[in-house]
Every structure is written in C-alpha cells, then in structure tokens.
C-alpha cells in the first residue's frame, strides 16, 4: 500500500509498566478541570465566573487574540473554582459535574458543508482547539488555509498506548467523517502515518481520501513533526495542521452527532502504578478515580502524558487536553554514592558507558532524579542520533538562547516542536533544559513575526 | 555511609548564603556532588533524565589515559636506566621510579588548573565544572619529564585563565586547553621543551653516559637522517625518548579503544585524522623531494605525539569540530597539517601540537560551511515549493 520510511535515528527508553491490553469499565468522575498550560502561549479571557451553570460544550473562555477561538466544558455542572498562580495568572477552570445536559450543534455531513461552514462549526462548538499548527505547535489559527493535514496514528513515547487497541475501542464509527471535515479544510491532503506493521483496524484501513504512510524506527518516529519532515517539510511561511487521531473521531462525532464529546481511550501507565490498564476518559477529568488505592509504595508523580513531554498533576488532578496516557513515576529525590562512578547494571542509558547497554534485560525501573548537575554543552555527536531530522540541535539551541531570529529560521525552528527534542533532552549529559529552550524560542518567533 | 550523609547535611547550611563559609561554597559542593548524586529531580521537560552526566563522560576519559600514563611511568624508569647506564633495575623499579617522578607533576597539575576552577566557579555561582579532571591528567603526560615544577604552575594557570576561563570556562573555550599548556611552555621556555636532554629523568642535571642520545626520534631524523630511526616496533610499543604519556602507541590505542566503545570520542575525528596523515604522508614519498619526505608514511602515525594528540587532544569535543560532517574534514586537515609541519619545517618537530592547535581555530570556521550548506538546503525548499 504506503511506502515504508525508515528512521535510524531515535530511541526507544526501555521503562517498565506497560499498560496490559484491557479496557476497564469507566470510573465515574464529579471534577472536571481545563488547565491553561495545556495551550503554550494562550492569552486567555473568561467567559464564566464561579458558580456560572455549564453544560457539555458550553463556553469557558476564549483566545484573547483570536475571540473566535473558544474552549468549551467537556460535561455539565457548576463552574465551581477558577485556580490562579502568581501574579494571577490563570492556572485552571474547575467544574463540579452535574446532570448530562449538552448543547445540540446539530448534525451535518460536512461534504455538503463549505469551508467556512465546517470552521464555523468546530469553532461554536469549542472542538476547533484540537486542530494544532506547525510552525510553533500551537492551537491553529481560523482565516488560514493549511497546506495539508497530518495525523499519527501510532505512538512510539515510552509506555505509549497501542493506537490499534485504542482505536478499536473507541465508541462508533466517526473516523471517516472526521477525515471529511478536516479534507473540507484544506486545499491539499490529509495524510495518516502507521507504523511499519500497518494497522489491523478496518475502520482505519478503509479511510477514503487520505494518504497513508509507513514509518519504521525507534521513538521519535512516531511524533508527528518527525514524520511531518520526512513527508513534506514547513518552509517558512508555510502553515500545516495536525490533529490527534482521537480527535478526528471527535470531531467526527461532533458533525454525526451535534455533541461536543471528546471521550477517549487511555493507557494508565508506569513503574509507580500496580493496575496498569486502559481506561475510558474525557479530558479534563480527574483521575483520582484511575489512581484510587492503585498507586505504588513511595512518593509517586503522577504525569498526564508521557515521560519525556507529559505534565505533572496532583493525584486529583485534571487529565490533559491532548493526552493520550497517564503515567506514574516514582519520584527520585535520594543521594546515590558514587552514582557517576557505578557499572550501571540496572541503569537503562542511550551511553554504552554503563554495562546495562551489554545486557539482554528488555525494561528497566526509572525515577525522576536528575542523574547530575546543570553544565554547559560539552559533548558534541550525539543529539543528533537521536533526532530523526535534517537540523543541529545545539547550533539551532544556541541560536535560541543568543536570540538569533534569523538564524534560528534558518536553521530549521518552524518545523520543530519541544516534543521533537525530548530525547535530546533525556540523553544530555550536560543537562540542559532543550524543551524549555525550544519552547522559548518558538515564544520569540510568534513575538517577532506578529 | 548514611553517617556521612548525614555529616555533609549537617555541614551544608555554613557554605550557602550568608553561612560563615559562604566562598567556599563551590568547593564543598564540587566535593558532595563527587560523593553523592545529588537528589535533585526534574522539574520541567522530560520526567526521566539519563544517568550519564559530566562526571562520568570525563572520568571514562581519565580511565582511558591510564595505559599511556601505566607505561608511560615505565618509560621514565627505563629510559633513565638507558641513559645512566644502569643494568641492575627490575621492571618494578622502572616503574616506581618513573610513577614518583611523575606524581608531582600531576599533583600540581591538579592544584593549581583545580584551584583556578574551583575560583572560576565561586565568582560565576556555577557548579564546578568536570572538564579539568581531564585536561590536569593530560598536561603531566605531554610534557617532558623534567620540566620544573614551577613552570608547569605558570603554564596551567595561563592554560586555565587565558585559554578556557576568559572564553567563558568549560565548553567554551577555542584552544584545548592542555595543549595550550604546552604550547606556552614550549615558546616561553624552549630550553626545557626541546632538544635531547629534556626526554630523560636526570639528564638536565648533567651526568648520563657519554654519546647517550636522549632526542627523540623525529629530532632523530631531523638530526641524524631517517637511517637513525628507532625501529617501528620501538615506536609502537613506546621504549622510546618523548613526553611522558605520548611514546607507546599500544598504550593509546588501548585507550582509544575505551573512547570508542563508550561513545565518548569521536570515531570520525580519529579516523579522517589517521588517513589524513597517511594520505599526505604517501603523497611525500611518492612526490616530494628531500630525505625527510622519504619516511615510510605510516611512520608518522607511531611517531611523536601523533597518536596521542589524535586520540586525546583532537577529540575535545569543545574545541574540535562539532557537526558530524565537519569532524571529517577536521580531522583530515589536522591529519595532513600534522605531516606538512614535520616534513617542511626545520624548526619544530612539534607538528601535532600546532596542528591541532590551528584546526581548533579552523573548527568553528568548517562547522560554519557545514551548516550552512543546511540552511542553503531549507531555503532551496522555499524556492522550488
């Protein structure tokens, strides 16, 4: 079918607790949660108060810039805290569900719909956020026509969920209309990446209209700015769209239904977790319920996502917006004697300087120590190995932290995300900071360029 | 050992802000992080962060300059035996004589290049950084034996301040540091760095046995013709006159061998530098006119510093080439520069110091080409799309 493109680069961190192949019956959750920093660089302005009534689907707040961009409750209840950091800054909006009621945006089939009619929809619906832009791996821009759309419909981050499982799971069959509606966006494809194996999902192998493609190879590969750059690469002034392939069927269900529902299948992951299973859950929803005597012995993190990009939430803390698995991790706050001199039998490392890389041992226990201390950049060779992209990192990072606008165009920033460099970040044995870099310098380029 | 934990927590409040031993906060620090991984976990990005880190990647250097430094100790003995005229020394004796001749170099190698750091990293507020554990190791092995102790002081110190520090420290610098080292050694003091009475234990005091030789065998050749060469076997195993860490080949092969292995030194730099060597060395023989450019040019690789200064000093990876690319050309060119200096300069058979010396100011200028072949291929996109 596809042609196969084969990354040698990347690496797969080989961490225990993979998630067994068993969907549990759904947990019921009261709290509900849409955390801010789940939108980099979101200036948003609230539409609700506490104590304001919502329903599935009704308006919480917008985009300062774009008002037409507006984010939705996920369930119906009672808008009960509005969570602000320093200086006020806006952390969180907490809902306390209650009742079932939803907003009806009404059915279509979006062949029949316009452009315009499609956008308006995903728009007043508050479905619009899933659709994400490259340059800057930001929520899309409305009045932009993408140059093509692009969905990874495999995952290769540590402990990631089977996208197979997943997707045979997930509640009806809105995959194809969700393909529809995104092809009435663009004026080029929608492309769908597999893993070199292909998919066993009919409902994926029967899409109409999309272009597949084949990737082999350890992680990143299945990051969708990795293949996204192996496909057809952003140029500069180039706009491309990715959505999460969850969310194509969301938004599916959205024209099938009239229903703003984002429901979806998750990996409950990680050494730190005893039931390690999928679950069926919405964004935004607590996962006290997932964790509930579940969690291992020690201080344990609980990370919405995975471990190299995940976000860090409390044990009653709201699963993310885009996530696709809730990982927990011991926490490592322990001093190791002489840790940088051990053999390193037990020690998983990207370094053939720790015996562990000559043992056929298949996973390995991990905690979040740092394994060291902040140095400047001294090794040179190695990011790159695990960077399945035609860019230097350090020269593009040292770019960034010189505040070099033109040079870090030139070397490649539109077409990166900080999910891109997470390996690189892993491996550093001078422990920088590379996502937190990336990121700031993706915030100096959508500064320059409005 | 959680008694000295505990002992460390107990004495960490004196050395933060505003505790009585405030200025010395960068030293305990540099000592409690070499005892302990510090518990310290992620806090933003990846939740997961490897094991390897400084310490480890410049103490797998340090393991791998022990063979050179092993044999190089025995060098001393035995070449302080052939020069005397000793015949009644075991190997061990060999040995011990030349490790404890050896030992006050790299004690105040250490004192003094540590010392700077550990200043450095005070007034920066940084951490101390791992770099010198390296470089001190290697400027005892590329000096001559008998250099006073004093001027190897000066010479780390400048090599510390000028050469790294006021760059920006670790990772920074544009020279290697070590060589550095040796190369303000070798034009401020050339008395104590050349000639054929510094390779040996004793010899600058006077005494040896009468027409002893200590030159080296590049001096050698230089002086006497390519006839007068010690053997190739000689030159590989190392029971030659030359800086201390420099003259066995196997020695530094085998750590060449630990570097590749574990990743932490540069395959592409030591090979593009070996062929270009050999490659410039051919074109000599097959070219050139003159006896010097007659040497077998395979010679050249077990000659001098060449091996070492490929396998230790090329390979810094702050001062060599640092795309991947780059390090080909790098490592060819230092290769090549490494012969032309030997053979057309009566001057100096220092070829591989200066060499790598020249490159390291050449390194940023290849990376620049590099990379900018790259962007010249994004923007290519622009314009065909």
């Not at chain 2, 080439?321 to 490494?338: D, E, H, S």
Request: glycine share 10%; proline share 5%; aromatic share 10%.
């Amino acid at each position: 079918m596809s042609t196969l493109i084969r990354l040698r680069k990347g690496l797969n961190i080989r961490l225990t607790g993979r998630a067994e192949k068993i969907l549990l019956p759904e947990t019921p959750v009261t709290r509900f949660g849409i955390r801010f920093a789940d939108f980099p660089g979101l200036v948003a302005r609230l539409e609700v108060k506490e104590g304001t009534e919502v329903r599935a689907g009704s308006v919480l707040f917008h985009d300062k810039s774009f008002p037409e961009i507006k984010f939705v409750s996920p369930v119906s209840g009672v808008v009960r805290e509005i969570i602000r950091g320093e200086k006020r800054v806006l952390t969180e909006v907490v809902i306390d569900q209650e009742g079932k009621e939803k907003i009806d945006f009404g059915t279509a089939d979006p062949l029949t719909l316009t452009r315009e009619e499609v956008t308006a929809r995903l728009l007043s619906s508050g479905m619009w956020p899933v659709l994400r832009q490259r340059p800057y791996h930001i929520v899309a821009r409305p009045g932009v026509v993408p140059r093509a759309v692009f969905i990874s419909a495999f995952d290769t981050a540590p402990l990631a969920p089977d996208m197979d499982f997943v997707m045979s799971n997930i509640h009806g069959n809105h995959l194809q209309t969700g393909i529809n509606a995104l092809l009435r966006l663009t004026d080029g494809k929608v492309h769908m990446s597999l893993d070199a194996e292909g998919t066993r999902v009919a409902e994926i192998r029967n899409l109409k209209d999309v272009e597949f493609h084949r990737f082999a190879g350890p992680h990143p590969a299945g990051n969708v700015g990795v293949q996204i750059h192996h496909i057809e690469p952003v140029s500069k002034g180039e706009v491309v769209w990715t959505v999460d392939l969850q969310d194509v069927v969301a938004i599916g269900r959205l024209f099938d239904t009239g229903y703003h529902d984002r429901e979806r299948v998750i990996a409950l992951t990680g050494p730190g977790i005893m039931n390690r299973k999928y679950h069926r859950i919405r964004p935004g929803a607590s996962v006290s319920g997932l964790l509930k005597s579940n969690l291992g012995e020690g201080r344990q993190r609980i990370i919405s996502g995975n471990v190299l990009t995940g976000k860090i939430i409390s044990p009653e803390g709201s699963f993310g917006f885009y996530d696709n698995m809730v990982t927990v991790l011991p926490e490592g706050d322990y001093h190791e004697l002489f840790g940088w001199a051990t053999p390193g039998l037990k020690k998983f490392s990207y370094w053939r300087a720790f015996v562990s890389k000559m043992l056929p041992r298949k996973e390995y226990a991990m905690d979040t120590n740092f394994h060291g201390g902040h140095r400047a950049f001294v090794i040179t060779g190695h990011y790159e190995n695990v960077l399945p992209m035609d860019i230097y990192p350090v020269h593009l990072l040292k770019a960034i932290m010189a505040g070099d606008i033109e040079l870090m165009e030139n070397l490649g920033i539109y077409e990166v995300a900080e999910e891109d460099f997470a390996l690189c970040e892993y491996i550093d044995p001078s422990k920088t900071e590379i996502q937190e870099i990336i990121r700031s310098g993706i915030n100096m380029m959508i500064k320059e360029m409005n | 050992m959680n008694f000295l934990l505990k002992k460390m927590k107990k004495m960490e409040p004196l050395f933060e802000k505003g505790g009585r031993l405030e200025k010395l906060r960068s030293v305990y620090d540099g000592f409690a992080t070499f005892l302990y991984v510090p518990d310290k976990v992620t806090t933003k990005g990846s939740h997961i962060r490897d094991y390897m880190d400084m310490k480890r990647t410049m103490i797998i250097v340090v393991i791998a300059l022990m063979p050179a430094l092993l044999f190089g100790s025995y060098n001393i003995g035995l070449q302080h035996t052939r020069a005397f005229g000793i015949i009644d020394w075991t190997l061990m004796n060999m040995f011990w004589f030349g490790l404890l001749k050896l030992l006050p170099l790299i004690i105040v190698s250490y004192v003094v290049g540590l010392g700077i750091e550990f200043i450095a990293a005070q007034i920066r507020g940084h951490e101390i950084n791992e770099g010198y554990l390296v470089t001190g190791m290697l400027i005892p092995l590329i000096m001559p034996i008998d250099v006073p102790l004093w001027m190897l002081a000066v010479s780390v110190a400048f090599a510390v301040i000028i050469g790294k520090e006021i760059f920006g420290g670790t990772g920074m610098n544009i020279l290697n540091p070590a060589l550095t080292a040796r190369a303000f050694l070798f034009f401020s003091y050339p008395g104590w760095m050349t000639g054929d009475k510094v390779w040996i234990e004793g010899l600058m005091n006077g005494g040896g046995i009468d027409a002893f030789s200590g030159a080296t065998p590049l001096a050698v050749a230089k002086l006497d013709g390519i006839g007068h060469l010690p053997s190739a076997m000689d030159m590989f195993i190392g029971t030659i006159p030359g800086s201390v860490g420099e003259t066995s080949v196997i020695a530094i092969l085998i750590g060449a061998l630990i570097l590749l292995v574990t990743g932490v030194g540069s395959w592409r730099i030591m090979l593009s530098m070996t062929l270009g060597a050999l490659g410039m060395g051919l074109l000599l023989n097959v070219a050139g006119t003159g006896e010097y450019t007659q040497i077998p040019a395979y010679y050249h690789l077990i000659m001098g510093g060449f091996a070492f200064g490929m396998v230790f000093m090329a390979t810094d990876p702050v001062t060599a080439a640092q795309t991947n690319t780059g390090k080909f050309i790098y490592g060819a060119l230092t290769g090549i520069m490494v012969v032309i200096i030997r053979v057309f300069n009566p001057a100096y058979p220092e070829g591989t110091m200066l060499a790598i010396l020249l490159m390291n100011v050449f390194a940023p200028l290849i990376d620049h080409y590099v990379v900018n072949a790259n962007i010249k291929r994004r923007l290519k996109r622009v314009r065909t799309a």
